[in-house]
Nanobody
Framework: QVRLVEAGGGAVQAGGSLRLSCAAS????????MGWYRQAPGKQRELVAR???????TYADSVKGRFTISKDNAKNTMYLQMNSLKPEDTAVYYC?????????WGQGTHVTVSS
C-alpha cells in the first residue's frame, strides 16, 4: 500500500504562484510514475503533469511553460510548482502514483485562482 498526502493548495490571485507537495509513504519502492491531476467543478479529472522513475516529465499543453513537476527521492516527495496561475487553473489537485498494476490517489488539495 502507498499513502499519498498533498499539501500546498490555497487561494491566489491570477498571475500568482503556488507550490504543491505530495508526500509518499508505505511501500513506495518501484513507483513507476507519479503525477498530478486536477478536477474542476463539472469537469472530468485531467492530467496536469507526470514524472517517471527515470525523471522524464510530461505536461498538459495548458500548463506547459508555467508549471514544473519535480521530485525529491530522499524525501519521498513530489512537487508541482505553479507559476502565472490563471482562473482556469482553479480545481482540486490530486497526487497519483502507479506501482506495477496499482494506482494510488491522494485526497486532493484545493487551488482557487481569482481574477
Amino acid at each position: 500500500q502507498v499513502r499519498l498526502v498533498e499539501a500546498g493548495g490555497g487561494a491566489v490571485q491570477a498571475g500568482g504562484s503556488l507550490r504543491l507537495s505530495c508526500a509518499a509513504s508505505g511501500s513506495i519502492f518501484n513507483l513507476n510514475v507519479m503525477g498530478w491531476y486536477r478536477q474542476a467543478p463539472g469537469k472530468q479529472r485531467e492530467l496536469v503533469a507526470r514524472i517517471t522513475s527515470g525523471g522524464t516529465t510530461t505536461y498538459a499543453d495548458s500548463v506547459k511553460g508555467r508549471f514544473t513537476i519535480s521530485k525529491d527521492n530522499a524525501k519521498n516527495t513530489m512537487y508541482l510548482q505553479m507559476n502565472s496561475l490563471k482562473p482556469e487553473d482553479t480545481a482540486v489537485y490530486y497526487c497519483n502514483a502507479i506501482q506495477h498494476i496499482y494506482n494510488y490517489w491522494g485526497q486532493g488539495t484545493h487551488v482557487t485562482v481569482s481574477s
